[in-house]
């Protein structure tokens, strides 16, 4: 059977955050209504080389596939993506391959869709003030998404390079600021460091604020603090969390939800709130992202 593959290039010309920010609020709802089978994933330490190796696999409503990732945070000191995938997809109905794509970029997009789904669920209306703390891909396709659920006209960019936060900044209109500076008065703050120790104290957060993070290090460490997370905690999978989640797990947080119940109503939060949001990413997001780029690609083609 020839099955095609889709690189990079292709996946980007017509994966579009628009269509992928409801894509993923219906994966997150459908997943906490229990209408996905997703085991917890797998993840491998690449010992010698300091990297993290995973298998996902999922069957959703309408699609079923897995998704191979790597995780190498010393790339980025070799010019290289950290995170690196592949994603195949399956006919539900006849269990044939219908396609592999490359999943890099579908990673950070469907990572930063979803957060979009949480801030717009979360946050109230008129927020106007943005932390992003680092400076990497994933920063750039938040400030993307979140742009398209809110209007911020302060966005505040901190990274440990500050050349990076320089570069970063001029590109989306942003300021370059400490890491206090930029966390505290702001409305939303979100980390994307892939630190394994704390890079904020949570005493800087101001009442209300709302708060993701998507840097995931290991399930023993963690870029939040414990004061951070002794506010209003939702995951995307609290199964994935108690296992994975170095933030929950370090500091023992209490999850108040899952984001799709959130999302579907069953549970909510005090508007007025701290709320922070622990993201280590799923098999579903990654399978719906997918399928949303094959139907996309189909009409294209024909």
């Known amino acids: 059977m020839d099955v095609p593959y889709l690189n990079e290039a292709a ?64 790339n980025s000191s070799k010019g290289l993506e950290t995170h690196l995938a592949l994603i195949a997809l399956f006919n539900p109905e006849t269990g044939e391959p219908l396609v592999t794509m490359d999943g890099g970029l579908i990673t950070r997009m469907r990572t930063a869709a979803v957060t979009a789904t949480f801030i717009d669920a979360v946050a109230a209306p008129n927020v ?77 957060l101001t009442p209300g604020a709302k708060v993701a993070s998507v840097g995931w290090a290991g399930a023993d460490g963690g870029e939040l603090d414990a004061g951070t997370m002794s506010n209003i905690v939702i995951v995307d999978s609290r199964e994935g969390a108690l296992v994975e989640s170095g933030n929950v797990r370090r500091h023992k947080a209490e999850i108040h939800a899952e984001l799709g119940e959130i999302l579907n109503g069953s549970k909510s939060v005090d508007p007025d709130a701290i709320v922070v949001f622990e993201s280590i990413g799923m098999a579903c997001q990654d399978i719906a992202t997918a399928s949303l780029v094959l139907k996309n690609t189909v009409p294209r083609a024909t």
Not at 37 to 57: C, D, K, S
């Open 11 to 74: 996946v980007a010309e017509v994966l579009r955050m628009e269509e992928l920010i409801p894509s993923m609020r219906h994966a997150m709802i459908d997943y906490s209504a229990g209408r996905v089978a997703q085991p917890a994933r797998r993840i491998l330490n690449v010992e010698p080389h300091g990297g993290y190796f995973g298998g996902m696999t999922a069957v959703g409503v309408d699609a079923m596939g897995a998704k191979l990732v790597s995780f190498y945070p010393g």
């Open 128 to 204: 106007k003030s943005l932390a992003i703390l680092g400076a990497g891909a994933q920063a750039e396709s938040h400030f993307e998404a979140l742009s398209l659920v809110r209007q911020f006209d302060d966005v505040r960019i901190w990274n440990r390079t500050p050349e990076r936060a320089e570069q970063l900044a001029e590109k989306i209109d942003a300021r370059v600021m400490s890491c206090e500076n930029a966390v505290r008065n702001a409305d939303v703050v979100i980390a994307t460091t892939a630190s394994s120790q704390p890079i904020f104290n949570g005493e800087w």
